[in-house]
């Protein structure tokens, strides 16, 4: 079945440096791809999506990229703040009517200290 | 900005007691999605409506767990007898359809003692 695989965190960083968090799925067909975050205490948003090959999605500074070939939709920012500091989830859909329900991966702790 | 409407906000309940949550989506929002997360963990799907209908809810543990939306607007998830195991946040979204995108709601944080 339909499946996604995130790194484990968490993952520590300072103010203003390079994020990637690493997200493989598994999945028949061409699923559409999501990143959510989740602030303390707080529902999911949606931070980003894809829906096809090679597409790539962005908001707020962070990207993603769908990649087919190696079936990976990483998470990057270039400079990052303590504001994002919340859980990342990497979540798929799958293609067709059947598959309308979200699937999602572990979650991927981010902590930016200043 | 439209929300995904949950309450309570949080419940503490004893084992073997029921415990009921409620939900009130985006209005005009056909599919209604409650999911379940384990602190430390991705949410997983429990039960899936289109308007009135159960579309999925073959991870719905059906012996204890029932969820109703009964005019295909509001829905009610129902937890009877609650057990330690389902402390958790539980969490409604919704979607214009089948295939759009998803709006969550702040979800109920239920701590079962």
């Known amino acids: 079945g339909n499946s996604v695989t995130q790194m484990e965190g968490p993952v520590t960083l300072s103010e203003e440096a390079f994020l990637t968090i690493n997200c493989t799925y598994t999945?028949?067909?061409?699923?559409?791809l999501f990143w959510y975050v989740q602030y303390p205490g707080e529902g999911l948003q949606l931070l980003l999506k894809?829906?096809?090959?090679?597409d790539k999605g962005s908001n707020k500074g962070f990207e993603a990229t769908y990649r087919k070939e190696t079936t990976s939709f990483h998470l990057e920012k270039g400079s990052v703040q303590v504001s994002d500091s919340a859980v990342y989830f990497c979540?798929?859909?799958?293609?067709?009517?059947?598959?309308?329900?979200?699937?999602f991966g572990k979650g991927t702790t981010l902590s930016v200290s200043s | 900005e439209a929300e995904v409407a949950q309450s309570p906000r949080y419940k503490i309940t004893e084992k073997s007691q029921a415990v009921a949550f409620w939900c009130d989506p985006i209005?005009?929002?056909?599919?209604l999605y409650w999911y379940r997360q384990i602190l430390g963990q991705g949410p997983e799907l429990l039960v899936q409506?289109?308007?009135?209908?159960?579309?999925?809810d073959s991870q719905l543990p059906k012996d204890r767990f029932s969820a109703e939306r009964l005019k295909g607007v509001d829905s009610t998830l129902k937890i009877q007898p609650a057990e330690l195991g389902d402390s958790a946040m539980y969490l409604c979204?919704?979607?214009?359809?089948?295939?759009?995108?998803?709006?969550f709601g702040s979800g109920t944080r239920l701590t079962v003692v």
């Open positions: 999945a028949t067909g061409y699923p559409s």
């Open positions: 979204a919704s979607s214009l359809s089948q295939g759009t995108g998803y709006t």
């Open positions: 409506f289109q308007d009135e209908s159960v579309v999925d």
């Open positions: 894809a829906t096809k090959a090679d």
């Open positions: 979540a798929l859909k799958g293609a067709g009517q059947a598959g309308t329900a979200l699937i």
């Open positions: 209005s005009g929002h056909a599919t």
